[in-house]
């Protein structure tokens, strides 16, 4: 089992920047892809970011490209979201999310509770 807690959500001004970090507790955290999620409200659930165990691939949905970049640390089980130039519609609740180690039909199987980003004009 893993369990994931993020932290570093608030409210902030357009064009500031924050840094949301997952702690995952666990074992094999440098097994598992982790991903970033948000849902703003009244929307679906959307990928924002995503990175391989080792660190060497990551992705993201092309309206955060080149203002998000996603990052971990494996000796603290710790997968970062840097969040810079943020816009109003950055506002949601963001998710970071663990994929298993063995094969699953689930891209991720493991969730954190979430953390609250409001960002206003």
């Known amino acids: 089992q893993v369990q994931l807690v993020e932290s570093g959500g608030g409210s902030v001004q357009a064009g500031d920047s924050l840094r949301l970090s997952c702690a995952a507790s666990?074992?094999?955290?440098?097994?598992?892809?982790m991903g970033w999620f948000r849902q703003a409200p009244g929307k679906e659930r959307e990928f924002v970011a995503s990175i391989s165990s080792s660190g060497a691939v990551t992705s993201y949905v092309d309206t955060v490209k080149g203002r998000f970049t996603i990052s971990r640390d494996n000796a603290k089980d710790t997968v970062y979201l840097q969040m810079n130039s943020l816009k109003p519609e950055d506002t949601a609740v963001y998710y970071c999310a663990a994929s298993s180690i063995v094969p699953t039909r689930n891209e991720y199987d493991y969730w954190g509770q979430g953390t609250q980003v409001t960002v206003s004009s």
């Open positions: 666990g074992r094999a955290f440098d097994r598992r892809r």
